[in-house]
């Protein structure tokens, strides 16, 4: 079969694809500044010091992290086989979203704008 047929380039694709354990949340309701900050705090880290840094953390990202992290974690139970122990967020990333653009009355008739800002957070673990 040639090299450019439509099938070749879908078994290829396959081959490349990630299998490592991950969890994606879109459009969270928490600007992407304030989430690098909580996952900053745990990249690189065992899933089991990660979750007790975002339990006693008090940012609000931090509670949509911790359950995004605990899907992560089923994820690799379920679908990898993957132990628990032997976990760790290899990545963790928060990219931009949608903003979502409100008005505010000011006073003599101005408006001013308001910019409600969303993110895409993903955590990929991996097995030491």
Excluded at 79 to 97: D, F, H, P, W
């Amino acid at each position: 079969m040639a090299r450019g047929h439509r099938t070749q380039i879908k078994r290829d694709k396959k081959e490349l694809r990630d299998t490592r354990p991950s969890a994606k949340l879109s459009y969270a309701r928490v600007s992407v500044q304030k989430a690098c900050f909580v996952l900053d705090a745990i990249r690189g880290k065992d899933v089991q010091t990660a979750l007790g840094i975002l339990t006693y953390n008090p940012r609000y990202a931090s509670s949509i992290i911790a359950k995004l992290l605990k899907s992560a974690i089923a994820n690799a139970e379920n679908n990898n086989n993957m132990s628990v122990e032997n976990l760790y967020i290899e990545e963790c990333y928060a990219n931009k979203g949608p903003t979502m653009k409100r008005v505010r009355p000011r006073a003599q008739g101005r408006a001013y704008r308001i910019e409600k800002r969303m993110s895409n957070i993903t955590i990929v673990l991996n097995e030491r």
